[in-house]
């Protein structure tokens, strides 16, 4: 219950843009490539140093971090240990940032799986940054949009 009220006090972030890339394609058309923070990351150490150091690299990357470990203080904190279990029931988060010894990931792993709706990532890795990121691709037909209409006039 504790863990469900922490993460329904953190409001889901905007989608900002991190970064915009237009990207080559043909003529008429325009392709976009950007970043956008994933959402809110559950960060659950297992230390309060290593889900201080995941809660760090998630809001460095445009997400929301809800820490959860024994000893972890702050706004967005919960002091204690969450039930791996649990993972298959809390919602409001995006993706699980932990670090724990082969079998509580596996536990882990099999609550995130147990889940109704979207399948959401465990990280295990030290190096989550890239993670924390999502991309979307947007291609758009300048020409139907009017912006050549003589490309249009050339193929007929």
Known sequence: AD???LLDRIPQ???VILSETALPGPTGESNILATYGRGIVLCLGPTPEAAQSQATTARANGCRAAIIAPGAAGDHALDGALDLHDLSRLS???GVAFWGEDD???TARQALA???GQLLPLWAEQDLADRCRLERHTCIDTTAAGGNASLLADAS
Do not use: H, T
Request: proline fraction near 7%; aromatic fraction near 6%.
């Open 92 to 94: 409001g988060f995006q």
């Open 104 to 106: 509580d990931l596996r």
């Open 114 to 116: 147990d889940r109704d």
């Open 3 to 5: 863990a469900q009220a």
């Open 13 to 15: 972030p905007d989608r």
